[in-house]
T-cell receptor, first 112, second 107 residues
């Protein structure tokens, strides 16, 4: 009965590959988010989806594309992975109004 | 200069001490958030503030919009409070995060 679940927890892959991270929430929230936490532990918002519509895209390269099949899911697809994509990616959800946000446990992406 | 600055970067305290973590920002905001990241990596939302003060258990958060400053206080600190505390501000769009304050509470 995890509120926000991300899979996989760890992802190790090679440069140039395409990969996806899945996120699901069972809280009935209407807004979902993707964050990136770099090696210096600095968090940045990447995307926010409200009722399946993208409402923020914070200058993220277009190799990253969020896909929301329904309001309980927000998956992150990454094409042509680069070394700089290595980070921990967090999914979160909330009701409209940003807080409180419930976070997933993170996906640690390592690019070889 | 970062738009959101936290101080101190690192803080070590003895169990029972009163702790203050500060957050200053340079942009106009509609709200400010405090988050806690556990040593295992999990992130928990603590507070959202747009004015005044909020309290939850031993945690108190205050904000002064005119001075563009917020503080997070922990009373009677405990080793389980050891974590990174992150301030985030909400300008017109998005969220801007501070770099976090790493707190260690020793028994």
């Amino acid at each position: 009965d995890t509120a926000v679940s991300q899979t996989p927890k760890y992802l190790v892959t090679q440069m140039g590959n395409d990969k996806s991270i899945k996120c699901e929430q069972n809280l009935g929230h209407d807004t979902m988010y993707w964050y990136k936490q770099d090696s210096k532990k600095f968090l940045k918002i990447m995307f926010s989806y409200n009722n399946k519509e993208l409402i923020i895209n914070e200058t993220v390269p277009n190799r990253f594309s969020p896909k929301s099949p329904d309001k309980a899911h927000l998956n992150l697809h990454i094409n042509s992975l680069e070394l700089g994509d290595s980070a921990v990616y967090f999914c979160a959800s909330s009701h409209r109004g940003w807080m409180p946000q419930h976070f997933g446990d993170g996906t640690r992406l390592s690019i070889l | 200069k970062n738009e959101v600055e936290q101080s101190p970067q690192n803080l070590t305290a003895q169990e029972g001490e009163f702790i203050t973590i500060n957050c200053s920002y340079s942009v106009g905001i509609s709200a400010l958030h405090w988050l806690q990241q556990h040593p295992g990596g999990g992130i928990v939302s603590l507070f959202m503030l747009s004015s005044g003060k909020k309290k939850h258990g031993r945690l108190i958060a205050t904000i002064n919009i005119q001075e563009k400053h917020s503080s997070l206080h922990i009373t009677a600190s405990h080793p389980r409070d050891s974590a990174v505390y992150i301030c985030a501000v909400r300008p017109k769009r998005g969220l801007i995060f501070g770099k976090g304050t790493k707190l260690s509470v020793k028994p």
